[in-house]
């Protein structure tokens, strides 16, 4: 054999290496390619998969403060509203003609506790309407100055105990007493 031969089959040989080399070279390529594409889908799924939730838990706290403030919003018109019913209330009692005022308040008079000493305390512009439902009701209180902070009623003073019959605090006192009725009734 020729040192030609030898060089060519040396040249043979290392052809067909390179192509061997390059060849498993492709195949490691292609499959690194797609184990890497495939951890690369993966990667992006988990990512998405995250964002997705994440958005999802951002569009349900977004929900939720919706129903909040909705909630809050209708329940401050029930408010508003059933305030206006004890509102009415109160304008209804300030506006009874000069006959219905002292009806009620010699009624109001009339149940108040049996006491030697007590003071009948009228509201502002209505101590005559005041003496006349004293006289009516023949309880024997003293009618003393006006009370210019109320607008209707009277408060009852005495050595032992003090009664707040001013229209307000009657209303006041209906409201605690009714108000859970009313809500229901207007809301259900």
């Known amino acids: 054999m020729s040192l030609q031969n030898i060089i060519q089959k040396i040249q043979q040989e290392t052809q067909a290496e390179i192509k061997k080399i390059e060849a498993e070279t492709k195949k490691t390529t ?6 890497y594409q495939t951890k690369i889908e993966a990667k992006k799924k988990i990512l998405l998969d995250a964002k997705k939730q994440q958005l999802e838990k951002l569009a349900d706290q977004e ?6 403030k909705n909630n809050a919003q209708i329940l401050e018109k029930k408010r508003k509203t059933i305030d206006q ?14 006959k219905q005022y002292i009806e009620l ?5 009339y149940d108040l506790p049996e ?10 512009n209505k101590v005559k309407l005041t003496q006349q439902a004293l006289n009516q009701s023949q309880r024997n209180f003293e009618l003393i100055e006006e009370n ?24 006041k006192r209906a409201q ?9 009734t207007l809301f259900n």
């Open 30 to 35: 292609k499959e690194l390619e797609t184990e």
């Open 63 to 68: 929900l939720f403060q919706n129903k909040l």
């Open 85 to 98: 019913v004890y509102k009415m209330a109160l304008d209804e009692l300030l506006e009874l003609n000069d």
């Open 105 to 109: 308040i010699s009624q109001l008079i």
């Open 115 to 124: 006491l030697e000493n007590g003071q009948i305390q009228p509201a502002k």
């Open 148 to 171: 210019e902070k109320i607008k209707g009623g009277f408060i009852f003073v005495s050595p032992k105990i003090n009664i707040d019959n001013s229209f307000e605090q009657i209303i």
């Open 176 to 184: 605690q007493e009714t108000e859970e009725k009313i809500a229901k």
